[in-house]
């Protein structure tokens, strides 16, 4: 049972333009949202995060907006450049548990084309 | 940039054989994980450390190992490495004491291989 869903494998975005990759999630009980950016031979780096308690957080190039109720979150990312082509993993966590685990999806390839 | 290295980051072995991936961080990060992800599957948590001499086994059933006897070193062994261990592993930390403890810092992994 995947808790942690991003629906899309892949995506091809044209440099300049906006990039949106989505989320969802179904445990109700998670408070706390991630997204890694993964290059090839490499591991995950965190990029941003979300708490519960907000609907959107900005870095830079970077937005991350949660939708509670619909149980979504996306990553915006304005302008699109080439070197932002990579995987990008949404996860969640849910921080009230006296152990804090994460939850990772199945990530989404951005490709941006110069 | 993240001060956790794993070794090997390449690793083609024969089935039987044992085998043991290194994980350190110099950050003096408490919390340490082993993650094992597969092409276009998400990442699994296998193991987990709260610190020295903890050792926790995570949501995927994992025939590896792991233990804990420095702060900074977290490696996980295959006793005996079957083709069904194939995968990428990923070592990761995290500091609590910053209050963002679920902003994990990852090595580079390692990408193993068992014929």
């Known amino acids: 049972d995947q808790q942690v869903k991003q629906n899309s494998p892949s995506l091809s975005v044209q440099e300049g333009r906006i990039s949106i990759l989505n989320c969802d999630y179904t445990?109700?009980?998670?408070?706390?949202f991630l997204w890694y950016k993964k290059y090839p031979a490499e591991g995950p780096t965190f990029l941003i995060s979300?708490?519960?308690?907000?609907d959107k957080n900005e870095d830079g190039r970077f937005t991350v907006f949660l939708n509670k109720s619909a149980k979504h979150l996306s990553l915006h990312i304005v302008p699109s450049q080439p070197g932002d082509s990579a995987v990008y993993f949404c996860a969640a966590s849910d921080r009230g548990g006296g152990y804090q685990k994460v939850t990772f999806g199945t990530g989404t390839k951005l490709q941006v084309i110069p | 940039e993240a001060d956790i290295y794993q070794t090997p980051r390449y690793l083609v072995i024969g089935t039987g054989k044992k085998i043991t991936l290194e994980c350190s961080q110099t950050m003096g990060h408490d919390k340490m994980y082993w993650y094992q992800q597969d092409p276009g599957m998400e990442l699994h948590l296998i193991h987990y450390?709260?610190?020295?001499?903890?050792?926790e086994k995570g949501d995927l059933s994992s025939e590896s190992t792991v233990s804990r006897i420095r702060t900074e070193h977290f490696p996980l062994t295959l006793e005996s490495a079957r083709p069904s261990h194939t995968s990428q592993y990923l070592c990761?930390?995290?500091?609590?004491?910053?209050?963002?403890?679920?902003?994990?810092?990852f090595g580079q992994g390692t990408r193993l291989t068992v014929v």
């Open positions: 445990n109700s009980m998670f408070d706390y």
């Open positions: 979300i708490s519960s308690i907000k």
């Open positions: 450390s709260y610190g020295v001499n903890s050792t």
């Open positions: 990761a930390s995290s500091d609590p004491s910053t209050g963002r403890n679920t902003e994990a810092f």
